[in-house]
């Protein structure tokens, strides 16, 4: 086993080297063909729908680092072993790091929105990685000529080639971190130094009554996506292509888009993959452009009936062209509470559509809107059999008291919020235990594409309550108490917490 140590750590040593010059080259390039990024995206992609369920439900917005951190592992863990079965094969190690380059290259190439050149940090870093390897298992192994199976080990060589190659790691990491920050330090500048027009037709101020937390602050908004590094877009050199089923097509610039009239929004946004009583909801003052007004200039053609949108990082969203037409405040967002947008959330421009989950109208770091028909195109999630259209469904949620909260008896104040944008919310119920439903007071909320905050003063007796809620929509309709998962198309139930009261 001891034996063993050296020859395996030489295989990681050279691994960290190969790595850290394969992410150092693409933080000069691209971000996103560096090796790690690039196969965990395509673990993302790959992994099936319940796995990713499962990841976002347990891991939240952790899935990510763990997920890098996985792969790491896994490759100092093979590497080790192709180290340790090197000593007495030496092709083992350059047929390790071609089949490892090779995964690297290939899950580059096949990115959406993948360059030619992508391939190269995972070729090169495969190269020097076997290559480190094969020299410091020269430095420190060499065949005894006195007995053919076994080999000499020189342990000193070994150690000094390998701090060599530790430092080296440690400067192409300590190098590309600087790179990246570097990069990501002029899109910031160049966020700091956009100045946002004032909207052409303003949201009125916040009616007098709403609760605070009624603004989601963009510091708490929740964050979805498949990006596993921030596509960072310098605005100078942004264009938005429309294209496809079209009059005429045209490219934008932010200079372009920010010429146009603006309108500005309080809009909920939430997700699809939102549990009942989940986090993954937020609402914000959206600055835009409207999207209806721009297609309708270009023409739309007769039959196209989907709107897809593109990401630089090669996500696609299908809207319906019906839903973005129907007079709904669809809009290409460049602005959310009074700044740029956030670069987690979208920067430089993002789609948002009221009315339907974030996977089926929110496209965020869009480059391109293409007009289509969904008979021709199925988007990213609705190819992993998520639905097509994406309408919200009614919702509503408990925030106080919090689940399993011991509480005093007397009269107790219950809170949270209710939502079903474009119908509105006409009513709140809540239930204690298997008392009759009671109304809830609604808050003033600005328009009916935003969540309503609700509350209720609970006169509560000792013991173990039950408490549950449920709102009724602008066309009526109750919400549903049938429980549903997110997949395919949206959580329902009624949410239900319990709490102790003394
Ligand atoms: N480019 C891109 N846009 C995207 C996604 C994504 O993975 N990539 N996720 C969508 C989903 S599922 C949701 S719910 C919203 C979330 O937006 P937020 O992160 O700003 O809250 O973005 C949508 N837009
Ligand atoms: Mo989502």
């Given at each position: 086993m001891r034996r063993n140590a050296w020859p395996a750590l030489a295989g990681v040593l050279a691994t960290a080297f190969g790595v850290a010059l394969a992410e150092l080259l693409a933080a000069a390039?691209?971000?996103?063909?560096?090796p790690l990024v690039a196969v965990g995206g395509a673990v993302i992609d790959a992994a099936p729908t319940p796995v990713k369920e499962f990841a976002v439900r347990?891991?939240?917005?952790?899935d990510k680092p763990v997920l890098l951190a996985t792969i790491g592992l896994a490759l100092l863990l093979f590497t080790a072993l192709i180290g340790v079965l090197s000593?007495?094969?030496?092709w083992v190690a350059v047929a390790g790091a071609a089949l490892f380059g090779l995964a690297g290259a290939v899950a580059a190439a096949l990115?959406?929105?993948?360059?030619?050149?992508?391939?190269v940090p995972s070729i090169v870093g495969a190269a020097v990685a076997g290559g480190t390897l094969l020299f410091l298992l020269h430095r420190s192994f060499r065949p005894d000529p006195a007995e053919p199976v076994r080999t000499g080990f020189d342990r000193r060589a070994l150690l000094r080639a390998a701090a060599v190659v530790a430092g080296g790691s440690v400067v192409a990491g300590g190098t590309s971190e600087v790179v990246k920050r570097v990069r990501g330090g002029a899109v910031t500048r160049s966020r700091a130094a956009l100045r946002l027009p004032a909207p052409a037709d303003p949201a009125k101020p916040?009616?007098?009554g709403t609760a605070p937390g009624f603004v989601t602050a963009n510091a708490d908004f929740y964050r979805v996506d498949t990006a596993l590094t921030v596509p960072s877009i310098d605005v100078a050199s942004w264009r938005l292509r429309v294209h496809g089923m079209v009059g005429r097509e045209a490219e934008f610039s932010m200079d372009d888009l920010l010429a146009r009239p603006l309108i500005e929004r309080d809009v909920t946004l939430n997700c699809v993959?939102?549990?009942?009583?989940?986090?993954y909801i937020g609402t914000a003052r959206w600055l835009g452009v409207p999207l209806a007004p721009l297609l309708r200039e270009l023409g739309v053609e007769p039959g196209a009936d989907q709107v897809v949108a593109r990401s630089a990082d090669g996500m696609t969203i299908g809207t319906p062209v019906e839903t973005v037409l129907?007079?709904?405040?669809t809009m290409l967002c460049v602005g959310m509470n009074g700044e740029p947008l956030p670069l987690e959330h979208g920067f430089p421009v993002r789609m948002l559509t009221p009315g339907l989950y974030g996977y089926a109208g929110a496209c965020k770091w869009l480059t391109e809107i293409e007009l289509t028909t969904f008979a021709a195109f199925d988007a990213y999630w609705v190819r992993r059999k998520w639905g097509a259209r994406g309408p919200v469904k009614t919702a509503s949620r408990i925030?106080?008291?919090?689940?399993?909260a011991k509480l005093t008896a007397g009269t107790l104040t219950v809170a949270g919020v209710a939502w079903a944008q474009?119908?509105?919310?006409t009513s709140v119920e809540v239930r204690v235990d298997d008392r009759p439903w009671v109304k809830a007071d609604l808050l003033p909320a600005p328009s009916s594409d935003t969540w309503v905050q609700w509350r209720y003063d609970w006169p509560a007796t000792a013991g173990l309550h039950t408490l549950s809620v449920r709102a009724t929509d602008g066309t009526g309709a109750v919400q549903t108490e049938q429980r549903a998962t997110p997949f395919p198309d949206g959580a329902t139930g009624w949410h239900t917490i319990t709490a102790t009261v003394d």
């Open positions: 390039t691209r971000p996103q063909a560096g347990t891991l939240g917005t952790h000593v007495r094969r030496r990115r959406p929105a993948a360059a030619g050149y992508d391939v916040l009616p007098t993959s939102n549990e009942v009583g989940g986090r129907d007079g709904r405040d925030d106080r008291p919090a689940p399993f474009g119908r509105g919310i």
